[in-house]
C-alpha cells in the first residue's frame, strides 16, 4: 500500500538559516508525482513544488528545492533563507499516476525564530 | 484569475443536523476534491470529481456525499450529524489531465459539531 512518511512532527530553525523537511514514501508503482504544501495557521493549504517520478532534475520554486532521491525513495524539501513567514506546518504528498488519488503524510510543524 | 472558493468558512451545527458546503473551483478546473482534516487523523481523502462524475472516493461511510455540478462548482453533504465530524474541510481544484493534476485547495470550511 502506498504511504507517506514525515518523520519530524516539529523543527524549530533560526530565521535565516536553509531547513530540510523529511519526506519518504512507499509505493511500487513508477509513475507518480510529489508535491510539498504550506499550510498556515489560517488553514488554507498552499501549493510549493512538484516533482514528478521521471524528472531527471530535482525541481525548485524560488527558495524552494526538492531533494528528490529516487531510489531511497525520499522527496526532501529544502527551504532556502528561512523566514519568519515560512512559519507553518508543511505536508508532502504523492499522486499515483494510474489513479489520481493523492495520499498526504502527517505533516511537520516548523517554528521559525526570530 | 481567481482561487478556489469556499462557503461558508465556518459553520456550527448539532448532532443529527445534516450540512451543505459548497466549493467553487478556479476557473477551468475540472475537478474538485474534497478532504477532511482533524488534528487526530491528518488529512483525509473524502471524494474526487470530474466532470460531474465522482471518480475516487475515500473511505468514509455514505453519511458524507457529493456533487459536482456543470459549470465545475462541487457540493458536499454531510447528514446525520456526529460529534467525530467536527473538522476543517478542504476543497482542493486542479487542472487533470496534464500530467501533473497540481491540486490548489480552498481556505477550507470550518465545521464544529455540538
Known amino acids: 500500500a502506498q504511504k507517506i512518511t514525515q518523520t519530524q512532527p516539529g523543527m524549530f530553525v533560526q530565521e535565516k538559516e536553509a531547513v530540510t523537511l523529511d519526506c519518504t514514501y512507499d509505493t511500487s508503482d513508477p509513475s507518480y508525482g510529489l508535491f510539498w504544501y504550506k499550510q498556515p495557521s489560517s488553514g488554507e493549504m498552499i501549493f510549493l513544488i512538484y516533482?514528478?517520478?521521471?524528472?531527471?532534475q530535482n525541481a525548485t520554486e524560488g527558495r524552494y528545492s526538492l531533494n528528490f532521491q529516487k531510489a531511497r525513495k525520499s522527496a526532501n524539501l529544502v527551504i532556502s533563507a528561512s523566514q519568519l513567514g515560512d512559519s507553518a506546518m508543511y505536508f508532502c504528498a504523492m499522486r499515483l499516476n494510474r489513479d489520481d488519488k493523492i495520499i498526504f503524510g502527517k505533516g511537520t510543524r516548523l517554528h521559525i525564530l526570530p | 484569475k481567481a482561487g478556489v472558493t469556499q462557503t461558508p468558512r465556518y459553520l456550527i451545527k448539532t448532532r443529527g443536523q445534516q450540512v451543505t458546503l459548497s466549493c467553487s473551483p478556479i476557473s477551468g478546473h475540472r475537478s474538485v476534491s474534497w478532504y477532511q482534516q482533524t488534528p487526530g487523523q491528518g488529512l483525509q481523502f473524502l471524494f474526487e470529481?470530474?466532470?460531474?462524475?465522482?471518480?475516487n472516493k475515500g473511505n468514509f461511510p455514505g453519511r458524507f456525499s457529493g456533487r459536482q455540478f456543470s459549470n465545475s462548482r462541487s457540493e458536499m453533504n454531510v447528514s446525520t450529524l456526529e460529534l467525530g465530524d467536527s473538522a476543517l474541510y478542504l476543497c482542493?481544484?486542479?487542472?487533470?489531465?496534464?500530467?501533473?493534476?497540481?491540486?490548489?485547495f480552498g481556505a477550507g470550511t470550518r465545521l464544529s459539531v455540538l
Open positions: 470529481y470530474f466532470s460531474e462524475t465522482q471518480r
Open positions: 482542493a481544484s486542479s487542472l487533470a489531465g496534464d500530467g501533473k493534476n497540481i491540486q490548489y
Open positions: 516533482q514528478g517520478s521521471y524528472d531527471q
